[in-house]
Protein backbone atom coordinates (compact mmCIF):
# COMPACT_ATOMS: atom_id res chain seq x y z
CA UNK A 1 0.00 0.00 0.00
CA UNK A 2 1.21 3.31 -0.79
CA UNK A 3 -0.43 6.40 1.12
CA UNK A 4 0.53 10.04 -0.54
CA UNK A 5 -0.58 11.83 3.03
CA UNK A 6 -1.69 15.21 2.35
CA UNK A 7 -2.05 16.51 6.08
CA UNK A 8 -0.37 16.22 9.74
CA UNK A 9 -3.81 14.87 11.01
CA UNK A 10 -3.82 12.24 8.12
CA UNK A 11 -0.96 11.16 8.74
CA UNK A 12 -1.61 10.61 12.85
CA UNK A 13 -4.90 9.34 12.04
CA UNK A 14 -3.03 6.31 9.69
CA UNK A 15 0.30 5.57 11.87
CA UNK A 16 -2.12 5.33 14.83
CA UNK A 17 -4.81 2.91 12.83
CA UNK A 18 -1.42 1.09 11.96
CA UNK A 19 0.18 0.87 15.32
CA UNK A 20 -2.12 -1.56 16.25
CA UNK A 21 -2.00 -4.01 13.32
CA UNK A 22 1.61 -5.76 13.08
CA UNK A 23 1.99 -4.48 9.38
CA UNK A 24 5.47 -2.98 8.62
CA UNK A 25 5.35 0.39 7.57
CA UNK A 26 7.94 3.59 7.29
CA UNK A 27 7.93 6.91 6.66
CA UNK A 28 9.83 9.62 4.05
CA UNK A 29 9.95 12.32 2.60
CA UNK A 30 11.83 12.27 -1.08
CA UNK A 31 13.05 8.51 -0.67
CA UNK A 32 16.51 10.51 -2.17
CA UNK A 33 18.71 8.00 0.72
CA UNK A 34 16.12 4.93 0.54
CA UNK A 35 16.91 1.72 -1.88
CA UNK A 36 14.33 -0.68 -2.40
CA UNK A 37 15.19 -4.18 -2.78
CA UNK A 38 13.33 -5.81 -6.21
CA UNK A 39 10.90 -7.68 -4.39
CA UNK A 40 9.21 -4.31 -3.42
CA UNK A 41 8.36 -3.45 0.40
CA UNK A 42 5.52 -5.66 1.89
CA UNK A 43 3.84 -2.86 4.29
CA UNK A 44 2.20 0.02 3.98
CA UNK A 45 4.28 3.17 2.48
CA UNK A 46 3.65 6.98 3.66
CA UNK A 47 5.14 9.42 1.32
CA UNK A 48 5.03 13.06 3.97
CA UNK A 49 6.97 15.14 0.78
CA UNK A 50 3.71 17.44 -0.13
CA UNK A 51 2.29 17.34 3.44
CA UNK A 52 4.30 18.19 6.09
CA UNK A 53 5.41 21.94 4.49
CA UNK A 54 5.54 25.23 5.66
CA UNK A 55 8.52 27.77 6.67
CA UNK A 56 8.55 30.33 9.09
CA UNK A 57 10.21 32.58 11.19
CA UNK A 58 9.50 31.84 14.47
CA UNK A 59 10.64 33.90 17.85
CA UNK A 60 14.24 34.17 15.80
CA UNK A 61 14.44 30.63 15.09
CA UNK A 62 13.72 28.93 11.64
CA UNK A 63 10.60 26.47 11.59
CA UNK A 64 9.66 23.82 8.99
CA UNK A 65 7.36 20.83 8.08
CA UNK A 66 9.26 17.24 7.53
CA UNK A 67 8.24 17.33 4.26
CA UNK A 68 10.06 20.62 3.13
CA UNK A 69 12.92 20.45 0.69
CA UNK A 70 16.71 21.31 2.01
CA UNK A 71 16.89 23.44 -1.14
CA UNK A 72 13.29 25.77 -0.92
CA UNK A 73 14.84 26.24 3.62
CA UNK A 74 17.77 27.20 2.44
CA UNK A 75 16.74 29.60 -0.03
CA UNK A 76 14.14 30.87 2.19
CA UNK A 77 16.62 31.45 5.04
CA UNK A 78 18.76 33.20 2.41
CA UNK A 79 15.99 35.46 1.41
CA UNK A 80 15.78 36.21 5.28
CA UNK A 81 19.08 36.98 5.83
CA UNK A 82 19.82 34.10 8.16
CA UNK A 83 23.11 32.20 7.45
CA UNK A 84 23.98 28.25 8.13
CA UNK A 85 22.19 26.21 5.55
CA UNK A 86 24.30 27.30 2.67
CA UNK A 87 26.49 23.87 2.55
CA UNK A 88 23.10 21.65 2.73
CA UNK A 89 21.08 23.45 0.20
CA UNK A 90 22.65 20.76 -2.68
CA UNK A 91 21.21 17.78 -0.69
CA UNK A 92 18.36 16.65 -2.45
CA UNK A 93 16.33 15.22 0.45
CA UNK A 94 13.54 16.61 2.79
CA UNK A 95 14.09 18.01 6.39
CA UNK A 96 13.09 15.73 8.29
CA UNK A 97 15.03 12.69 5.93
CA UNK A 98 18.11 14.84 7.00
CA UNK A 99 17.18 15.28 10.47
CA UNK A 100 17.44 11.10 10.70
CA UNK A 101 19.92 10.65 8.91
CA UNK A 102 22.16 13.95 10.35
CA UNK A 103 22.90 14.44 6.94
CA UNK A 104 25.65 16.77 6.08
CA UNK A 105 28.11 18.17 3.42
CA UNK A 106 31.41 20.07 3.42
CA UNK A 107 31.83 19.59 6.73
CA UNK A 108 28.55 20.51 8.01
CA UNK A 109 25.52 18.38 9.47
CA UNK A 110 22.19 19.27 10.08
CA UNK A 111 22.91 18.80 13.99
CA UNK A 112 25.12 21.95 14.11
CA UNK A 113 22.22 24.16 13.31
CA UNK A 114 19.17 21.58 14.84
CA UNK A 115 17.29 23.47 18.20
CA UNK A 116 14.67 20.92 18.49
CA UNK A 117 12.49 18.76 16.27
CA UNK A 118 8.64 18.11 16.38
CA UNK A 119 7.81 13.99 16.90
CA UNK A 120 5.58 11.69 16.84
CA UNK A 121 6.28 9.06 19.63
CA UNK A 122 4.10 6.19 17.82
CA UNK A 123 5.22 3.78 21.06
CA UNK A 124 3.76 6.04 22.90
CA UNK A 125 0.84 7.49 21.11
CA UNK A 126 1.92 11.10 21.55
CA UNK A 127 3.41 14.29 20.03
CA UNK A 128 6.65 15.19 21.48
CA UNK A 129 9.36 17.81 21.37
CA UNK A 130 13.32 16.76 21.48
CA UNK A 131 15.77 18.86 22.24
CA UNK A 132 19.10 18.37 19.96
CA UNK A 133 20.71 16.50 22.87
CA UNK A 134 17.73 14.18 23.00
CA UNK A 135 18.38 13.37 19.18
CA UNK A 136 21.06 11.41 19.89
CA UNK A 137 22.66 12.66 16.57
CA UNK A 138 26.60 11.00 15.29
CA UNK A 139 27.87 10.41 12.32
CA UNK A 140 24.96 9.77 9.89
CA UNK A 141 22.96 8.79 13.07
CA UNK A 142 20.29 9.87 15.26
CA UNK A 143 17.76 8.81 18.14
CA UNK A 144 15.25 8.03 14.89
CA UNK A 145 17.12 5.03 13.52
CA UNK A 146 16.31 3.41 16.85
CA UNK A 147 12.93 4.32 18.14
CA UNK A 148 9.17 4.38 17.11
CA UNK A 149 9.76 8.42 16.18
CA UNK A 150 8.20 9.90 12.92
CA UNK A 151 9.42 13.73 12.61
CA UNK A 152 6.84 16.36 11.63
CA UNK A 153 8.98 19.75 11.93
CA UNK A 154 11.96 21.15 13.06
CA UNK A 155 13.25 24.23 14.22
CA UNK A 156 16.88 25.42 13.54
CA UNK A 157 19.04 28.50 15.16
CA UNK A 158 20.37 30.49 12.24
CA UNK A 159 22.98 33.48 12.28
CA UNK A 160 22.14 37.01 11.19
CA UNK A 161 24.09 37.25 7.46
CA UNK A 162 24.24 39.41 4.32
CA UNK A 163 21.66 37.85 2.03
CA UNK A 164 23.62 38.60 -0.66
CA UNK A 165 27.02 36.73 0.87
CA UNK A 166 24.35 33.37 1.86
CA UNK A 167 23.34 33.27 -1.67
CA UNK A 168 27.13 33.26 -3.00
CA UNK A 169 27.50 30.74 -0.62
CA UNK A 170 25.24 28.88 -1.47
CA UNK A 171 25.82 29.04 -5.77
CA UNK A 172 29.72 28.13 -4.33
CA UNK A 173 28.76 24.90 -2.57
CA UNK A 174 26.09 23.95 -5.71
CA UNK A 175 28.99 24.42 -8.18
CA UNK A 176 31.36 22.43 -6.48
CA UNK A 177 28.82 19.78 -5.55
CA UNK A 178 28.08 19.85 -9.38
CA UNK A 179 31.67 19.57 -10.50
CA UNK A 180 32.64 16.40 -8.47
CA UNK A 181 29.68 14.25 -8.14
CA UNK A 182 27.85 12.25 -10.76
CA UNK A 183 24.50 14.27 -10.36
CA UNK A 184 23.82 13.77 -14.19
CA UNK A 185 22.82 9.92 -13.26
CA UNK A 186 20.37 8.31 -10.91
CA UNK A 187 21.91 7.33 -7.82
CA UNK A 188 20.98 7.01 -3.80
CA UNK A 189 23.93 9.34 -3.15
CA UNK A 190 26.86 9.27 -1.55
CA UNK A 191 27.01 5.07 -1.01
CA UNK A 192 29.12 4.60 1.69
CA UNK A 193 29.88 5.99 5.21
CA UNK A 194 33.15 8.41 5.63
CA UNK A 195 35.15 5.47 7.63
CA UNK A 196 37.47 7.87 10.32
CA UNK A 197 40.55 8.73 8.48
CA UNK A 198 39.77 7.87 5.42
CA UNK A 199 37.54 9.01 2.61
CA UNK A 200 35.10 6.19 0.68
CA UNK A 201 35.35 7.17 -2.50
CA UNK A 202 39.57 7.61 -2.66
CA UNK A 203 39.79 4.42 -1.02
CA UNK A 204 37.39 2.77 -3.60
CA UNK A 205 39.54 4.28 -6.36
CA UNK A 206 42.55 2.88 -4.65
CA UNK A 207 41.31 -1.09 -5.07
CA UNK A 208 40.92 -0.65 -8.71
CA UNK A 209 36.68 -0.45 -8.22
CA UNK A 210 36.23 2.67 -10.33
CA UNK A 211 33.98 1.90 -13.36
CA UNK A 212 33.16 -1.30 -12.03
CA UNK A 213 29.78 -2.84 -13.12
CA UNK A 214 27.07 -5.31 -11.88
CA UNK A 215 24.13 -5.01 -14.28
CA UNK A 216 22.93 -1.23 -15.04
CA UNK A 217 24.45 -0.51 -11.58
CA UNK A 218 28.25 1.41 -11.90
CA UNK A 219 30.73 2.78 -9.20
CA UNK A 220 30.93 6.38 -11.05
CA UNK A 221 33.76 7.31 -12.88
CA UNK A 222 33.37 10.89 -11.68
CA UNK A 223 33.24 9.83 -8.04
CA UNK A 224 33.85 6.13 -6.76
CA UNK A 225 32.24 7.38 -3.96
CA UNK A 226 29.31 6.75 -5.80
CA UNK A 227 26.99 3.78 -7.09
CA UNK A 228 24.89 4.73 -10.32
CA UNK A 229 22.04 4.00 -12.42
CA UNK A 230 23.20 3.95 -16.23
CA UNK A 231 20.51 2.35 -17.66
CA UNK A 232 18.19 -0.34 -16.05
CA UNK A 233 19.98 -1.39 -13.05
CA UNK A 234 17.83 -2.97 -10.11
CA UNK A 235 18.79 -3.21 -6.68
CA UNK A 236 20.32 -6.56 -6.45
CA UNK A 237 22.67 -4.87 -9.61
CA UNK A 238 23.28 -2.40 -7.14
CA UNK A 239 23.61 -4.41 -3.47
CA UNK A 240 25.92 -6.62 -4.95
CA UNK A 241 28.28 -4.27 -6.30
CA UNK A 242 28.25 -2.64 -3.07
CA UNK A 243 29.09 -6.15 -1.83
CA UNK A 244 31.79 -6.69 -4.07
CA UNK A 245 32.89 -2.99 -3.57
CA UNK A 246 33.13 -3.43 0.38
CA UNK A 247 34.91 -7.35 -0.32
CA UNK A 248 37.75 -5.68 -2.35
CA UNK A 249 38.20 -2.78 0.17
CA UNK A 250 38.45 -4.98 3.24
CA UNK A 251 40.59 -7.49 1.50
CA UNK A 252 43.15 -4.63 0.45
CA UNK A 253 42.92 -2.12 3.38
CA UNK A 254 42.01 -4.39 6.22
CA UNK A 255 39.08 -1.38 6.31
CA UNK A 256 35.08 -2.34 6.65
CA UNK A 257 32.87 0.02 4.22
CA UNK A 258 29.15 0.59 5.69
CA UNK A 259 26.20 1.51 3.47
CA UNK A 260 24.81 4.69 3.82
CA UNK A 261 21.48 4.65 2.26
CA UNK A 262 18.75 2.90 3.95
CA UNK A 263 17.99 -0.52 2.23
CA UNK A 264 14.14 -1.84 2.76
CA UNK A 265 11.80 -4.62 1.47
CA UNK A 266 12.45 -8.12 0.24
Known amino acids: MFYEIESEKELLSKLRAFRKTKMPYIVFGNGTNIIVRDGGYPGAVFSVGKALRGIEVRAGRLVCGAGESLANVSRYAAGNGLSGFEALSGIPGTVGGAVFMNAGAYGSEISDILLSARVYDVSNDQ ?15 SVFKKNRMVILNAAFGLSPGNRVDIEAGMADYLHRRNNVQPVELPSAGSFFKRPEGHFAGKLIEEVGMKGARVGGAQVSEKHAGFIVNTGGATASDVLLLAEEIKSKVYEQTGISLEEEPIVIGI
Open 127 to 141: IVVLSNKECEFGYRD
